[in-house]
């Protein structure tokens, strides 16, 4: 199957051993066949996703679900240091969580800095 060509190459896979061969548009020992249909039905987006989602499902379902919301509206969080002539430090959870969540969306808009920044090429991005 002819992956992709340009003006002197031709990207192929071969079936029959797995691999991706690059040959010459010119190579004498290479005829180009006509285009056929395929034998299976073809993949759309759905049903990529619609697999995707019962994978999901089937590893998921192993785990129960279990309420704990409730129990922990209101509650603290305490960090107990090593050092016991130290105090530990206590936090409301709702307040604990709502950092967390500030330095995920913090975190995010340095990526999205990153990703729009006009003077870093690609490899820059992807070191920071």
């Given at each position: 199957m002819i992956l992709s060509l340009d003006d002197t190459y031709y990207k192929i896979y071969f079936y029959s051993s797995e691999e991706v061969k690059i040959l010459a548009r010119d190579y004498e020992g290479f005829t180009v066949?006509?285009?056929?249909?395929?034998?299976?039905?073809i993949l759309t987006m759905k049903d990529v996703e619609k697999a995707i989602r019962e994978a999901l499902?089937?590893?998921?379902?192993?785990a129960p679900i279990v309420l704990l919301g409730s129990k922990w509206i209101g509650g603290k969080v305490v960090f107990e240091p090593n050092d016991e002539s130290l105090q530990p430090k206590k936090i409301p959870m709702s307040a604990f969580f709502h950092k967390i969540v500030m330095v995920?969306?913090?975190?995010?808009?340095?990526?999205?800095?990153?990703?729009?920044h006009p003077k870093?090429?690609?490899?820059?991005?992807v070191h920071l």
């Open positions: 066949k006509e285009a056929k249909a395929p034998d299976f039905p499902m089937q590893t998921s379902e192993r995920r969306e913090k975190l995010r808009v340095l990526e999205q800095n990153i990703s729009n870093l090429d690609d490899e820059d991005r």
